[in-house]
């Protein structure tokens, strides 16, 4: 069992920048490959970010690439998104997720955080 709770939303306006965190808790934080998601109003949660279980790799969807960075500190059981150059599209609720496997897809994730509002205002 994993637990994760996500911090670090808000409000800000278009170019801005926020720092997503996600402290894990139970299972080993270092065999989780971990991955953060967004949902928005409407639409369905989407795939984000995501990074290995060493942190060697990482992983971003199009919409993000260059603009966030994910990264892990496994002595601190947490992950980061650090969000630049921000968009009123990136106005969603972030999830982060944990898995054992190296994966990019939505349902083969198998524990998730509560989520975090993120807001973008242009």
């Known amino acids: 069992q994993v637990q994760l709770v996500e911090s670090g939303g808000g409000l800000v306006q278009a170019g801005g920048s926020l720092r997503l965190s996600c402290a894990a808790s139970g299972r080993t934080f270092s065999n989780s490959f971990m991955g953060w998601f967004r949902q928005a109003p409407g639409k369905e949660r989407e795939f984000v970010a995501a990074i290995s279980h060493s942190g060697g790799s990482t992983y971003y969807s199009d919409s993000v690439k260059g603009r966030f960075t994910i990264s892990r500190d496994n002595a601190k059981n947490t992950v980061y998104l650090q969000m630049n150059s921000l968009k009123p599209e990136d106005t969603a609720v972030y999830y982060c997720?944990?898995?054992?496997?190296?994966?990019?897809?939505?349902?083969?994730?198998?524990?998730w955080g509560q989520g975090t509002q993120v807001t973008v205002s242009s």
């Open positions: 997720a944990a898995t054992a496997g190296a994966t990019i897809r939505v349902n083969d994730y198998d524990y």
